[in-house]
Each structure stands twice: as structure tokens, then as C-alpha cells.
């Protein structure tokens, strides 16, 4: 029988073609210091997910030595859209294209397949509740609240309050990327209003993304540099994924372009500081693992366009999302941690 004061959570990340996966102890005691990453087969359908989930799961116990009878729940995190219990979206979700995913209770079915309970966050919110517990520590964590913005793909949001993740009727709070923010002033002459995967024109993600590089922001300013290396780098999202080694290296196209991307977040923040007044506003995404000079200029942008009342510029602080790949099995796995201790209670 295993020692009651010594048992551990799992937190599982699950990606479009790799789940990481992280062990955590009682104490909070990360017991993986790297990434522990096996194949996701998530393009398979559900049923070699789950299993794939459970296989990954059952590497990480190995790695650390751990035997299973000591876990006692897990975390789990994907992309989105997926309600906040865990049923992906029925209308699909970009990276569950095969149609059996649709209204699939990924939660549920992981948990039944491994007899233990299973907490579910989407993956910005993971990593929202990771880079909030890391900023503020075990004593101040729930009496402080912060907002996440993660620049991926697509732009990714998180909100914590008392350091809890705010998840809504529908498990649809934090969507950040899809608030609307003012274009006027954004946008340089002639720049089309950038249009969002979601449908609207003019959301955080449509300037703050890959994709809003890839199909807005790069095919405008080639407009205005057209002897532009990037000009000639087909197909455009290969050409987008470039972008930041130019913008290390000072060239202007690229400058302008996350000048744009910073000035949507601190916009996007300036929106957030009238909502929940937090005490950190994170950033996340590449920007993160950019050359520190290129990273501490794109931060000073995204502080000089977020409106702060004085009072709040006195409290507040801007902050990055730290190990940014491992924070969202992390962020499982802190989820999952606090829902253990609630159980731990007599
Ligand atoms: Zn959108």
C-alpha cells in the first residue's frame, strides 16, 4: 500500500501531433524538468487518442519512477473550441477535423479509460493558470488576479481571478483572441480591416497571430516593401513563420508588423484593465523565445499601447508566460493538484 502522504497528480498537454505530459508531487513539487512528449494521433479519431493520452501518461510515471497507484488525478488540456468540461466543439475544432471528434467528451472518455478523475482546461487557459501560479507563488496565488494573451497560431486567452481560471456559462470566458479592438490608428493606409477564422473583422488574433501574419498583415506590407525577400517565399505561411528571424535582425517590414501585433495586445489589454483591473497582464507566443533585445522592445511596444489609469500602472505589472512549450501540462497539472487536495480533505 502506498504511503497516503506522498501521491502525485499528472498533467497531460495534448497537441495536434504531440501530447507532453508533466508529474507533479503533493507538495507542488515539479518531478520533470523537461519535455515528455509522445505522439498525440489525434488526426486518428478519438479512440487512438484517448488511448495515446493513457500511453503518455503511463511514460511520464515511468520516466520519474512513480507507480501509478500513486496518482491520484489528472489534468488535461487541448486546444479549443471545447466546453469547459471537456466536450469538443460540435461544430469541430481546427485541430479535431476527423468528424468523430465533434461533441466528443475527451474528459469523460479519458477518465474512464483511466479509472481516475480527470480535470479539463483548454490549453491557453493551462497555461494562463501555470504562468500565474510560477509570477506569483504558492502564498499569493489566490489573492491575485492576471490576464494571458498567448500569440500562436491563432491568439489565445486566459483570465484568473483569485487564482481561479475563469471559465463562464459555456466554458467560453478568456476567448481574448476574438474581442474586438478599435483598428482606427492600428491600421496603415490603405491596410484592409483584418478578417478573424471566427467570422469577425478586427479581433485581437486577426492582427495578433500566425495567421493574421500569414493572411493580413505580410500580403499588406509586401504591398509596401515589394522587393522584399519574404516576397519571393511561397507558399505565405512559410513565408510568415519568417517573419520574426527579420524582425530579430531589425528589418522594417518585420518591425512593422509586430509594432501592429503590439500595439493589438495592449489594446486588447487596455479592454482587459476595464474588465478585471489584474495585477499582471502576461505575453506569450514566439515573442517569448525571441532574441532578449527583439523580445524587451516588442514588450516596451505592448506596455506603451496599454491605457493604464495611474493608479493601475501603480499596481499592475506586464509579464511573460514562462516555459511557454511545458505550460500547459503544467497548468494541467496545478488544475488537477487543487482539485486533489480538495479530495485529500477529511
Ligand atoms: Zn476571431
Known sequence: MADPGRWVVV????????NNATVLDCEGRFLVDRMAESPSYVREGPETAVEALARSLERVLE?????????????L????????DGVIAL???TNFGNPQWCGFDVRGALELRLGLPVLYNNDANAAALYAHHVHFGPAETARRSSVSAIVGTGLGGGVIEAGQVVRGAAGMAGELGHVWIPMDGLLGEGQPVPACNCGLAGDAES??????????LLPYWLTRFPDHDLARVTPAGKGAKLVRGYGEAGDPLA???FRQQAMALGRLFTIAANFTDPDVYFVG???VEAAP???????AQVREHTLLREEQRRAASLALVPDLDMAGARGSAIAALAAARILDEP
Not at 11 to 18: A, P, Q, R, S, V
Not at 77 to 84: C, E, K, R
Open 255 to 257: 518591425i512593422a508588423i
Open 285 to 287: 507566443g514566439g515573442v
Open 63 to 75: 520516466l520519474t519512477g512513480i507507480p501509478p497507484a500513486l496518482v491520484r488525478a489528472v489534468g
Open 77 to 84: 488540456d487541448t486546444p479549443g473550441p471545447v466546453s469547459a
Open 11 to 18: 498533467g497531460l498537454d495534448n497537441g495536434g501531433t504531440m
Open 91 to 93: 461544430q469541430g475544432a
Open 293 to 299: 533585445h527583439f523580445r524587451d522592445w516588442f514588450l
Open 207 to 216: 492582427v495578433a497571430s500566425l495567421t493574421g501574419i500569414e493572411k493580413n
